[in-house]
Nanobody, 120 residues
Framework: QVQLVESGGGLVQPGGSLRLSCAAS????????MGWYRQAPGKPRELVAH???????NYADSVKGRFTISRDNAKNSVYLQMNSLKPEDTAIYYC??????????????WGQGTQVTVAS
């Protein structure tokens, strides 16, 4: 089994920055891909940023140029650096990892979510 633990959310003023972290532990052979999603009240969950082992990344248009996804393979961790935050970035942020486990299986795992609130 694999567990994901997120941290780094909180309250920040418009224009501020936050860095989210997500660390995986458990029966991990390797991590194929990592991503961040968010869900605002009354809205569906949406992709924020996604990255693969090959180094390719893609971002939602609404966050391009402001958010950066990165990973630390040695720590089985993914990060989301969020700059120039706007009130519309307020949401619960979830990390997602596509994990190849020690038994060779491939599965997706979600973090528990961390609240990001952008308000003055």
């Amino acid at each position: 089994q694999v567990q994901l633990v997120e941290s780094g959310g909180g309250l920040v003023q418009p224009g501020g920055s936050l860095r989210l972290s997500c660390a995986a532990s458990g029966s991990i052979f390797s991590i194929h891909a990592m991503g961040w999603y968010r869900q605002a009240p009354g809205k569906p969950r949406e992709l924020v940023a996604h990255g693969t082992t090959g180094g390719s990344t893609n971002y939602a248009d609404s966050v391009k140029g402001r958010f950066t996804i990165s990973r630390d393979n040695a720590k089985n961790s993914v990060y989301l650096q969020m700059n120039s935050l706007k009130p519309e970035d307020t949401a619960i942020y979830y990390c997602l990892m596509e994990v190849i486990s020690l038994d060779g299986g491939l599965a997706e795992y979600w973090g528990q979510g961390t609240q990001v609130t952008v308000a003055s």
